[in-house]
């Protein structure tokens, strides 16, 4: 028979803010990552769609558009995740 675990004291004040904090930035982050990641996969679709239109002027102006759009989402969540990642760095002291 497993025995029963005693609740735990509720940790007060500073610490549980701490705590909270820490953990909203972390949840952030995730959001971030995955927020980035389709984003990414929307522009990998948009890509191949391109690919497949048979017109070649048309094609090289869909794919034209791309790189500089990615690039931006690219610094975009570098500095986004640095950010947060400060954040949690400071939260945790």
Do not use: C, W, Y
């Amino acid at each position: 028979m497993v025995k029963a675990r005693k609740p735990q004291k509720p940790v007060g004040g500073a610490v549980t803010a701490k705590l909270d904090k820490f953990g909203s930035v972390q949840r952030q982050i995730a959001r971030e990552r995955q927020r980035h990641s389709n984003a990414m996969a929307g522009f990998a679709a948009k890509r191949s769609a391109a690919a497949r239109i048979a017109d070649a002027v048309r094609r090289a102006v869909a794919l034209a558009d791309l790189p500089p759009r990615e690039k931006e989402e690219r610094d975009r969540h570098r500095a986004k995740l640095s950010e947060l990642e400060r954040r949690a760095r400071d939260a945790r002291r």
